[in-house]
């Protein structure tokens, strides 16, 4: 059975840093994309970032583009988003989701994690 | 870039059928995915890939995409299909994946 897991979530004041990190087990984990999606409180869906199975390949929304940093140890079956330059904006909960094919990129998210809160405030 | 439009609401009775709408320019050229997502719960894929049904997701559940319009249809809706319902694709042009503005699943 597929598990995400999310943690490293927590309040930071704007302009501060934080590293969610997602670890993963049930599938081979250096075979799939993997991508951070979040949800602002009364907001819908946003995807953050996406990664390669091999970090080959590295996207990021224009919302965060400069500020996040995307990264994979697939020694340690894990994934990880260094937060730099936290807005009020980023406050979500934010989660870890897995691409649905073997090497592929621009594909379905097939499992999710529940997701780790981030609140950003003064 | 490219725009999903999704309508934020839609209300159907129990064991009615309740359709969802995706719109976007040429959609039908891309393959949608969507997703069920309930209050304090993970998003669930659906649908992948226009009309695929994942292992454990009901047969109520089938979708279409053609031209402008990507439409999620549940059939014989029951209480418990109340959520929010995302539609998904990528955008080619920068890469990045893309999802509609969510529509709230009532049943009345």
């Known amino acids: 059975e597929v598990q995400l897991v999310e943690s490293g979530g927590g309040l930071e004041q704007p302009g501060r840093s934080l590293r969610l990190s997602c670890a993963a087990s049930?599938?081979?984990?250096?075979?799939?994309?993997m991508h951070w999606v979040r949800q602002s409180p009364g907001k819908g869906l946003e995807w953050v970032s996406g990664?390669?199975?091999?970090?080959?390949?590295?996207a990021y929304a224009d919302s965060v583009k400069g500020r996040f940093t995307i990264f994979r140890d697939n020694a340690k079956n894990s994934l990880y988003l260094q937060m730099t330059s936290l807005r009020t904006e980023d406050t979500a909960l934010y989660y870890c989701?897995?691409?649905?094919?073997?090497?592929?990129?621009?594909?379905?998210?097939?499992?999710w994690g529940q997701g780790t809160l981030v609140t950003v405030s003064s | 870039s490219y725009v999903l439009t999704q309508p934020p609401s839609v209300s159907v009775a129990p064991g009615q059928t309740a359709r969802i709408t995706c719109w976007g320019n040429?959609?039908?050229?891309?393959?949608v995915h969507w997703y069920q997502k309930k209050p304090g719960q993970a998003p669930v894929l659906v649908i992948s890939?226009?009309?695929d049904r994942p292992s454990g997701i009901p047969e109520r559940f089938s979708a279409s995409n053609s031209g402008n319009t990507a439409t999620l249809t549940i059939n014989r809706v029951e209480a418990g299909d109340e959520a929010d319902y995302y539609c998904?694709?990528?955008?080619?042009?920068?890469?990045?994946?893309?999802f509609g503005g969510g529509t709230k699943l009532t049943v009345l």
């Open positions: 989701a897995k691409g649905g094919t073997v090497g592929g990129w621009d594909t379905e998210f097939d499992s």
């Open positions: 040429n959609i039908g050229s891309k393959s």
């Open positions: 998904q694709v990528w955008d080619g042009n920068n890469d990045h994946a893309l």
């Open positions: 890939y226009d009309v």
């Open positions: 990664i390669t199975y091999n970090s080959n390949s590295i």
């Open positions: 049930g599938f081979t984990f250096d075979e799939y994309a």
